[in-house]
């Protein structure tokens, strides 16, 4: 048995000199027990031929949509259906753009954006291609929706220039596939809800009240668990950050709001990591036209919002409820109380006053308490790392 037997995969081979390496990908795919369906650009078919891969996997080769398809019974959307990975080796400039704008003009950007499938993306181009801020800025989207890219190697390119944008050899390809079929998702079927971002609370219908909370961690934790495997709610405050890959994204405004979300689905939920900073008030009345400018002074009246968390905690059942706690002093009493009072599995608690981490940045240092006294102190570290972090207790708790 390979480590691929009975899994399917699309390869795409696009219009570059390193088409002919995907001949050996196709092959070593094949030999690690993977049903190998190949679909060409017509460029592709310029640098090896359609029967090269017919021949290598024994499944009829597509390139034209519109071709008639005598022995293979399915319609041009079946691949994308039957995929458990699309690879396309090599990916050309051409091909990252026109999948990252969602152009669908032949077999394989049909495919692709068709499929429901994980896509995995070995770019292979000229150095300068590969640099232009272009180039990068549409990898860097189709990062952001959750494909994977092989990193090019550096060397000797085939247009006489040394740098960055060969195609890596077949057997790194396959074994980055073989790593991502394979990868462990300890989330896998679990319900997740993340909420992230402040809230705002309209004082009249210009303005409102609000925290400098940006999302950063919230969506940092959303991404990271639906990567493993599990079915992410994320509820967010309004921020500026793009909603995360395969994560269910529901915009919300006020305190008010963000309850009525999350309680919608809690008594379905595995977990619920609450990073919102959450308004603890909100104006009493919300002025129905501008406030105008008279008196030297004016006086705002609030009232308190719902403990949202709070709430969570009181009726908990089969729940990981996790609290954040951003302090500017005394963060270990405050959180301790917190973690009590709320009835949470933990904690994450961070001091907010230093520059370095916290609101705003990439960066967080917690300390984690947990129900049971433990304590876990971490080292400055970036939000992505820290997510992960947190998933691995809320998974650890859960299993
Ligand atoms: O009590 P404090 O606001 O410091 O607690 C922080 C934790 O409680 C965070 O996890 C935050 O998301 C949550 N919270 C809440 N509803 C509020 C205030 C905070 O759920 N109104």
Redesign the pocket.
Known sequence: MGALTGKKIVLGVTGGIAAYKAVEIASRLRKAGAEVHVIMTREATEFVTELTFREITGQPVSVDMWAKVTNFNVEHIALATLADLVLIAPATANIIAKIAAGIADDMLTTTVLATKAPVMLAPAMNTNMYENPVTQGNMAELRRRGMQLIEPASGHLACGIEGKGRLPEPVQIVQEVMDFMTREQPLQGRRIIV?AGGTIEPLDPVRYLGNRSTGKMGYAIAAEAARQGAEVLLVSGPSNLPNPAGVRTVRIQT?REMQAAVEAEYGEADAVI???????YRPKNVAADKIKKSDDELVLHLER??????GLGQQKQQQVLV????ETCNVEE?AKK?LTK?NLDFIVANDVSSKDAGFAVDNNRVQLYFRDGRAEKYPLMAKAELAKVILEKVAGILS
């Open positions: 909420t305190a609450m990073s919102a900073a959450v308004a603890d919002n719902p403990d949202i968390l709070f609290g954040f706690a951003a405050y917190k709320k």
